[in-house]
């Protein structure tokens, strides 16, 4: 019954309290559905035409950078096998092990959503990506260990706003056939590999599907300035609150990154 999976558990910090101030601000819940609706993968794939610039590719990548096109322009994400489960507060995505391309597309779904969710709400996302025997079936039943422990590395683990992978899952994307496009998205330390909001804006600006689309960087720049901004207020605003350490953390990721993002200006 079960199958050898990467599974991403992901919980998105301050829902509890839009869904509280939902009851008497209805817009706030109808909004809220819309981010959520508009990430489903057949509304990405409508959103999403291809033109390459070749001038920003390097030579020995731009057969792949073509496949890459051909595939997402066709509707990759409605191909590939991805299975998406929402309830309250929390996302789960999972694919055959392996299958790179549908792998691939979770990582880059994952950036396009922490950078989505916060500009449009100021909510940060913590997860866990594991690997391991999982039943998962869309709009269906889902459980199995690799289910166990992703939940396990976002609720004790991860800690901070970052989607934090098991060290032989991340192992695994180290040694994949597209490490080359895949690696810019995570952050490593200490032998741990995770995706933050900050690396979600650097992978999308130099090694995403998305990054050859015209105006694309730009607007991703001015999204990541306009979130810096976001970052530090927050970080004042919950200064001395049990969150502190969070948004303290997740302000110094955003500020890690900030000369390499002007310099794509």
Same mark, same amino acid.
């Given at each position: 019954?079960?199958?050898?999976?990467?599974?991403? *558990?992901?919980?998105?910090?301050?829902?509890? #309290?839009?869904? =509280?101030?939902?009851?008497?601000?209805? &817009?706030? @819940? %109808?909004?809220?559905?819309?981010?959520?609706?508009?990430?489903?993968?057949?509304?990405?794939?409508?959103?999403?035409?291809?033109?390459?610039?070749?001038?920003?590719?390097?030579?020995?990548?731009?057969?792949?950078?073509?496949?890459?096109?051909?595939?997402?322009?066709?509707?990759? *994400?409605?191909?590939?096998?991805?299975?998406? #489960?929402?309830? =309250?507060?929390?996302?789960?995505?999972? &694919?055959? @092990? %392996?299958?790179?391309?549908?792998?691939?597309?979770?990582?880059?779904?994952?950036?396009?959503?922490?950078?989505?969710?916060?500009?449009?709400?100021?909510?940060?996302?913590?997860?866990?990506?594991?690997?391991?025997?999982?039943?998962?079936?869309?709009?269906?039943?889902?459980?199995?260990?690799?289910?166990?422990?992703?939940?396990?590395?976002?609720?004790?683990?991860?800690?901070?706003?970052?989607?934090?992978? %098991?060290?032989?899952?991340?192992?695994?994307?180290?040694?994949?056939?597209?490490?080359?496009?895949?690696?810019?998205?995570?952050?490593?330390?200490?032998?741990?590999?995770?995706?933050?909001?900050?690396?979600?804006?650097?992978?999308?600006?130099?090694?995403?599907?998305?990054?050859?689309?015209?105006?694309?960087?730009?607007?991703?720049?001015?999204?990541?300035?306009?979130?810096?901004?976001?970052?530090?207020?927050?970080?004042?605003?919950?200064?001395?609150?049990?969150?502190?350490?969070?948004?303290?953390?997740?302000?110094?990721?955003?500020?890690?990154?900030?000369?390499?993002?002007?310099?794509?200006?």
């Amino acid at each position: 019954m079960y199958s050898n999976k990467v599974i991403a *558990f992901v919980d998105i910090l301050g829902f509890k #309290s839009l869904i =509280s101030r939902s009851e008497k601000e209805e &817009a706030i @819940a %109808e909004s809220l559905l819309n981010v959520l609706t508009s990430l489903l993968p057949e509304q990405i794939q409508e959103e999403s035409s291809f033109q390459i610039n070749y001038d920003r590719i390097p030579k020995e990548q731009v057969e792949e950078v073509e496949k890459l096109a051909k595939l997402f322009s066709k509707g990759v *994400f409605g191909q590939c096998d991805i299975k998406i #489960s929402y309830f =309250s507060d929390c996302i789960v995505l999972s &694919a055959p @092990a %392996e299958d790179e391309m549908s792998c691939f597309m979770i990582f880059e779904y994952l950036a396009k959503l922490m950078v989505r969710v916060f500009e449009e709400y100021n909510l940060l996302l913590r997860g866990g990506i594991s690997m391991g025997k999982l039943y998962h079936e869309q709009a269906g039943p889902l459980f199995g260990p690799a289910m166990v422990d992703a939940y396990e590395i976002e609720s004790k683990l991860a800690i901070y706003p970052r989607i934090l992978l %098991e060290k032989n899952t991340f192992r695994g994307v180290k040694s994949t056939e597209r490490n080359t496009y895949m690696l810019p998205l995570f952050s490593e330390k200490n032998g741990e590999g995770y995706i933050t909001l900050a690396s979600a804006y650097q992978y999308l600006a130099t090694s995403s599907t998305m990054a050859t689309i015209p105006n694309f960087l730009d607007q991703l720049i001015n999204g990541y300035t306009s979130s810096l901004s976001k970052s530090i207020e927050l970080a004042e605003k919950f200064k001395g609150s049990k969150h502190e350490d969070k948004y303290e953390w997740a302000l110094n990721e955003m500020r890690s990154i900030e000369d390499e993002m002007k310099s794509l200006g």
